[in-house]
C-alpha cells in the first residue's frame, strides 16, 4: 500500500470556501491555525469555481477575525467538480481535502475519485445516507490499496451520535446492548433555520430512497445480532418524558452511520454491538399539527418531478420557514444550541446479557452550539485535525469509514464538539 505524501504545500484544502458552510470552515480553519493546533504551523488553502469569490470569502473572515493576513497569506486554488483536470491539481497540493460542496449525491463522488486518485485523505459533512454508503461500496478497496481515508458525515451529521455512543460504551461498567438518543434544539426569539442545501439534500434522499434499499442488498451483510433484550421501536409520534416534549424518529444519518460503525467494530474489533434509536424533540402539540400537515404534503410531493422542483425552488414555503435560500441569520446562530442526550442500558459486569432482562441503565450527553453550521464546522475541523495528528491510530492505513471507525482510538472522543 502507498503511503499518502505528507510533503505537500498545504495540511487542508477547503473546497467549496464559498458556499454558506464553507464560509464558516474557512474561519474556523484560521482560529485553529492561529492557536497552534500540534501541527507548527498548519499550511492550509482555499479552493472553489470562482477566484474572485474566493478571495472576497478570505478579505470577509479577515475583517471578522481580525487576522488581515488572511487576505495575503492564504492561497486561492481555482476547482471545479465539473474539470477533472482541476480537481487532480487541487488534490495533490494538500493532505486533506475539507469537501463542503453538496448536496452530494450530486457533487461528492468526482471530489472522493480525485482524493484517492491523487493521495489526498477526504472528510466531508455529508448527511446522505445514500452518498455515504455508495463512496463506501464503490471506492472502499481503491482508498485502502492507495492509503487514503475517506471520512464522511464529519459534522453534525453525524459526529455527537457515532462518538456519543462510543463515549457512553466506555462509560459504562460492563455490557451495554441498547441506546436511544434525543435531540433537543434550543432557539431564541428569532427561531431556527436551515440553509437551502440541507433542503435539497432532503427531497432528492427521500425521492430516492427505494434507491438506498437496493445499494444496502449489494453489500451481503449478514443482520448483526441482538445483544440482550431486543429493543422495541416506539411510535411516530409520541410525548418523551426524557425531554418533556413531543418527540418523532430523527430523520438525518444517524442512525446509518452509527450502524456502519457498530458492524466495523462488530467484525474488525469483535465488540458486542449496541441497539440504537434516534429521536428529535419537536415541541407541543402545535408543532405536531404543523408537522404532519408539513409532512403529508412534502412525501406526496416528493414522488413527482414537478413536485420536487415546487419544494426545491420555494423551501421557506414548503418548509414553514425552516430551510431558506438565504439560511439562518447570525442573529439566529448565535441563539441556538443542541443537546444530544443518551439513555443506555444494559448488564452489568458479571451478569450474561442472554439471560434475563437489562439491570443497568446510563444517561450521557453532548451538549453543543448550533447545529447545522458552528456545531458541524467545529466537528469537521476537528476531525481534520485529528487525522493529521493521530494518523497512526487510524485503521488499515485507508479505506471508507465512518467517524466513529475512523476514530475510536483517537483523542477525537473526548473533545467537546
Not at 125 to 138: R, S
Not at 168 to 182: D, H, Y
Not at 315 to 329: E, H, I, N
Request: overall charge neutral; aromatic content about 12%; glycine content about 10%.
Amino acid at each position: 500500500m502507498a503511503d499518502v505524501p505528507t510533503r505537500r504545500p498545504y495540511h487542508i484544502i477547503i473546497f467549496g470556501a464559498t458556499g454558506f458552510t464553507g464560509q464558516f470552515v474557512v474561519e474556523e480553519v484560521a482560529r485553529c491555525a492561529a492557536e497552534g493546533p500540534g501541527l507548527s504551523p498548519l499550511k492550509w488553502a482555499v479552493a472553489g469555481r470562482s477566484r474572485q469569490r474566493l478571495e472576497e470569502v478570505l478579505k470577509q473572515a479577515a475583517g471578522r477575525l481580525s487576522m488581515p493576513e488572511l487576505r495575503t497569506d492564504i492561497e486561492v486554488i481555482v476547482a471545479d467538480v465539473s474539470i477533472e483536470e482541476s480537481l487532480a491539481i487541487m488534490c495533490q497540493q494538500g493532505v486533506v481535502i475539507l469537501n463542503c460542496v453538496g448536496p452530494y449525491r450530486f457533487y461528492g463522488e468526482p471530489v472522493v475519485k480525485a482524493c484517492i486518485e491523487n493521495g489526498a485523505h477526504y472528510i466531508d459533512i455529508c448527511g446522505e445516507p445514500q452518498f455515504l454508503e455508495c463512496m463506501q461500496l464503490q471506492y472502499h478497496t481503491k482508498a485502502l490499496d492507495r492509503g487514503v481515508y475517506v471520512i464522511g458525515s464529519c459534522g453534525f451529521d453525524s459526529i455527537p451520535a457515532d462518538l456519543g455512543i462510543l463515549y457512553t460504551q466506555r462509560q459504562f461498567k460492563g455490557t451495554l446492548t441498547a441506546v436511544e438518543s434525543f435531540l433537543k434544539i434550543t432557539s431564541g426569539p428569532e427561531g431556527f433555520s436551515g440553509h437551502d442545501a440541507t433542503w435539497q439534500s432532503a427531497v432528492y434522499g427521500f425521492a430516492d430512497s427505494g434507491s438506498l434499499r437496493q445499494l444496502r442488498k449489494k453489500f451481503g451483510y449478514k443482520p448483526l445480532p441482538v445483544v440482550g433484550a431486543k429493543v422495541q421501536k416506539r411510535g411516530f409520534v409520541f410525548f418523551s418524558k426524557e425531554i418533556e416534549q413531543y418527540a418523532i424518529p430523527f430523520m438525518g444519518s444517524d442512525p446509518s452511520v452509527v450502524k456502519r460503525t457498530q458492524r466495523f467494530l462488530y467484525e474488525e474489533e469483535h465488540q458486542s454491538p449496541v441497539q440504537y434509536s434516534a429521536y428529535v424533540g419537536v415541541g407541543g402539540l402545535f408543532s405536531i399539527v404543523k408537522l404532519f400537515c408539513g409532512g403529508v404534503l412534502f412525501w406526496f410531493m416528493v414522488k413527482f418531478g414537478l413536485g420536487r422542483k415546487l419544494l426545491t425552488t420555494f423551501p421557506s414555503l414548503f418548509s414553514f420557514g425552516l430551510f431558506s435560500k438565504a439560511g439562518p441569520t447570525m442573529k439566529q446562530i448565535e441563539n441556538t444550541c443542541f443537546s444530544l442526550t443518551f439513555f443506555g442500558e444494559g448488564y452489568s459486569d458479571g451478569t450474561d446479557p442472554s439471560q434475563g432482562r437489562p439491570n443497568a441503565k446510563i444517561c450521557t450527553q453532548v451538549i453543543g452550539a448550533e447545529p447545522g453550521y458552528v456545531a458541524t464546522v467545529s466537528a469537521m475541523v476537528q476531525a481534520a485535525v485529528t487525522l493529521l495528528n493521530e494518523l497512526h491510530s487510524l485503521p488499515r492505513r485507508g479505506g471508507v469509514y465512518t467517524p466513529g471507525a475512523a476514530f475510536y482510538k483517537t483523542s477525537l472522543i473526548d473533545r467537546p464538539p
